[in-house]
């Protein structure tokens, strides 16, 4: 067996060369992210009948793939469409074998055993996903709407997993304009958004902007000071700032809070919190700007525990910024999360060419977005979130983005590499909706 491997600055860069180096036909194993560029891994249609070695004796409990399921794959006009029906049946029979081959070692009596029966289902993994982009790829022939759609929700920046499990549900009886009306509603239903402003401002509490760095938390905290000054007085309100790092980061925040007649107090670590906060317990609000970090830094955890250890109940706002990629949003959220985010707020609003990838983290991971940040002026650049204009501005944010989308030959690669990362009928983060 002979896996190659190819690498492009994007998905198409990747996928040309494949095609230029094995043919249309060619067989793509994995499709990953490596150093910001995209790499594949690829089998030569020939090189398939090595995966697939005939089994002597199946065990009763392996299951396998019936001739029902290879014929629901295989594509109607099995005449125009001849390579594709082998490669299904190719694929299936060496998924079969790795099945029988996994539920024969169900005790691994090795260390040996035990990595070999990783490579298995790790194989199982990429056929699960080849099968998956050959049944779309069949669907995608009886109905031409779902893929008009699908095109439409990753134009628009939503994730590939999103987009496959939404049009799987999307009734067939409905065109491409119907469809993404459908589709529209079901997103808005799904994305929680702050139902009155008054449920922050009138409760008031104890609230700590965080994120990376970059992402407008200062500003942002700003915003929020203003509108509760205009609605309570600089009395009630009290701001803290955690940024003790970046050059001039007190100086902007006390710069606002001077303009506001608000205090602004410093703090370097979770001591000093919990003694700013004790003395502040009277104020009707209290805003912390927290110090931006990567994601990817180890002093992310400190913070969380910073926060949370302070004795008092602290309300985490994660700021995501809209100019940002679906993936890293992701990775964002993981970071950040800790014991739990009280919602979100999109920042750059003005700045992104799409806003898809932001609305698709906030539905996956149930994150209630309290408002939208869309320019630098304060406080006027601040509004409540409202789903229903969000989902519909998503689909109309990408006039930029049409180098970028993929053609029709390309969605069921791009379908296979999503499935993987599912995990089932949930994996899209959807709550349980009624489509009647």
């Not at 492009?8 to 793509?28: E, F, H, N, P």
């Not at 409760?203 to 500003?219: D, E, F, I, N």
């Not at 996956?364 to 977005?369: G, I, N, P």
């Not at 409202?386 to 990408?398: E, G, Q």
Request: proline fraction near 3%; charge should be positive; glycine fraction near 8%.
């Amino acid at each position: 067996m002979n896996v190659r491997k190819f690498t492009g600055a994007t998905s198409r860069d990747a996928l040309r060369k494949v095609r230029d180096a094995l043919g249309a036909d060619a067989v793509i194993l994995s499709n990953r992210n490596v150093d910001g560029a995209t790499e594949i891994l690829a089998l030569a249609p020939e090189d398939m009948s090595a995966l697939a070695e005939p089994v002597a004796e199946t065990p009763a409990s392996a299951p396998t793939i019936s001739q029902s399921t290879l014929a629901a794959l295989a594509p109607r006009n099995v005449a125009g469409n001849a390579a594709e029906n082998n490669q299904a049946s190719r694929l299936a029979e060496s998924l079969n074998a790795a099945r029988e081959m996994s539920a024969a070692a169900e005790q691994p009596a090795s260390t040996e055993l035990a990595r070999m029966m990783a490579e298995i289902r790790s194989m199982r993994g990429m056929l699960e996903s080849q099968l998956a982009g050959i049944s779309f790829g069949s669907q995608q022939q009886r109905s031409p709407a779902k893929s008009a759609v699908l095109r439409e929700m990753l134009a628009a920046g939503y994730s590939a997993s999103l987009g496959r499990f939404l049009i799987e549900k999307m009734p067939s009886s409905l065109n491409a304009s119907a469809g993404m009306s459908w589709i529209r509603s079901i997103l808005s239903r799904n994305l929680a958004t702050l139902s009155n402003e008054n449920d922050i401002l009138d409760q008031g509490g104890v609230y700590a902007l965080v994120g990376p760095t970059g992402v407008g938390k200062t500003t942002t905290t700003a915003k929020l000071a203003a509108r509760c000054v205009m609605r309570h007085g600089a009395g009630k309100l009290a701001l803290i700032t955690t940024d003790g790092y970046r050059i001039g980061g007190y100086e902007q925040l006390r710069i606002y809070g001077k303009i506001l007649g608000v205090m602004v107090h410093s703090v370097k670590d979770e001591t000093d919190l919990r003694i700013a906060l004790s003395e502040l317990k009277n104020k009707h609000m209290v805003l912390i700007d927290t110090v931006g970090m990567s994601q990817r830094d180890q002093m992310v955890a400190e913070q969380i525990a910073m926060l949370s250890g302070t004795g008092t109940r602290v309300n985490r706002l994660l700021c995501m910024s809209a100019t940002s990629t679906g993936e890293t949003l992701s990775e964002v959220v993981r970071a950040y999360q800790g014991g739990g985010l009280s919602g979100c707020i999109m920042t750059k609003l003005d700045e992104a060419a799409t806003i898809g990838g932001v609305l698709d983290v906030a539905i996956r991971q149930k994150l209630k977005m309290y408002y939208v940040a869309n320019g630098q002026r304060v406080p006027e650049d601040l509004h409540v979130a409202n789903r229903d204009y969000l989902v519909d501005r998503s689909f109309k944010l990408k006039r930029e983005t049409a180098p970028f989308q993929y053609q029709d030959a390309e969605l069921p690669l791009v379908v296979a590499n999503a499935v993987r990362g599912m995990g089932g009928m949930n994996g899209s983060g959807l709550r349980e909706v009624s489509l009647g």
